[in-house]
Nanobody, 125 residues
Framework: QVQLVESGGGLVQAGGSLRLSCAAS????????MGWFRQAPGKEREFVAA??????????YIADSVKGRFTISRDKDKNTVYLQMNSLKAEDTAVYYCAFDTIGAQLRAGRPDSWGPGTQVTVSS
């Protein structure tokens, strides 16, 4: 089992930036995927970004709704992924959840093996 801990959420004005972090602990894998989903009040959880992680590198996936504003990166040695969020908008307000799976496609489909507890991001307009 993999445990995930998110950090970096908070309150920011529209146009501002935040960086979320998610640290994974527990079992180790040579190849896995980590990513971010978000859920706004009254809405379904939606995919935001994901990155596959191997010893050789990784591929990043970004949802169209945040492309150009959000980037995902990882520190393989720390088993940590980051979500850099720039030019934030009020509609980005949501609880952001970190996710983990050994299969990238399963994670991106919203069926990861593990979820973090979530971190609140609030963007004031």
């Amino acid at each position: 089992q993999v445990q995930l801990v998110e950090s970096g959420g908070g309150l920011v004005q529209a146009g501002g930036s935040l960086r979320l972090s998610c640290a994974a602990s527990g079992r180790t894998f040579s190849r896995y995927a980590m990513g971010w989903f978000r859920q706004a009040p009254g809405k379904e959880r939606e995919f935001v970004a994901a990155i596959t992680i191997t010893w050789a590198g990784g591929n990043a996936y970004i949802a169209d709704s945040v492309k150009g504003r959000f980037t995902i990166s990882r520190d393989k040695d720390k088993n940590t992924v980051y979500l850099q969020m720039n030019s934030l908008k009020a509609e980005d307000t949501a609880v952001y959840y970190c996710a983990f799976d050994t299969i990238g496609a399963q994670l991106r489909a919203g069926r990861p093996d593990s979820w973090g507890p979530g971190t609140q991001v609030t963007v004031s307009s």
